[in-house]
Structure formats: C-alpha cells, structure tokens
C-alpha cells in the first residue's frame, strides 16, 4: 500500500544518512525503476559522487547491470588505492 511505500522509503532514507554520516561509501543499482521516486530514493541513498568516482547507477538490461557491478567494482579500487 501507499502507506507502506512510504515507510519503506523513509527507513531507507534513514539508513544511507546514518550510513555516509559514518563515512561508509554507498553505491546504489536501480534495476529497471519505473517509478520515479524509487529512482529519487536510489540516487539520494548513494554517496555524491568525487572525482571520478560514480556513485549511483541506473539500468535497464542485464548487460547494462553487469557494466554497472564493474564500475563499482573499478571505483571501490580508486577509493582504496586514495585513502
């Protein structure tokens, strides 16, 4: 329900703030969002992105996911390899 959307997306707003605010890292995957604000949810909940550093990635194909698992992969070696 409407009801439960929100709350869901509330606790996960929650979540990622709780989660940067201790300097954890947060990559997120939208798999073929339709909605909106599940998309808004997504990209909120990822950490800005730095340099370059992509952070949250949208996709609609296997193909376009495995690309994005790769990239985080990528961009979680730069981070280690800066810090």
Not at 1 to 15: D, F, I, M, V, Y
Not at 24 to 32: L, P, S
Request: proline content about 2%.
């Amino acid at each position: 329900t409407r009801n439960q959307a929100a709350l869901s997306r509330s606790h996960a707003e929650t979540l990622c703030a709780a989660m940067r605010k201790d300097g954890i890292e947060v990559f997120t995957v939208g798999f073929m969002l339709k909605e909106a604000g599940a998309r808004a949810v997504m990209k909120a909940c990822a950490s800005p992105d730095s340099g370059p550093v992509t952070h949250y990635f949208e996709t609609g194909s296997g193909a376009e996911l495995t690309d994005a698992f790769l990239e985080i992969a990528r961009n979680v070696e730069r981070l280690a390899v800066t810090k």
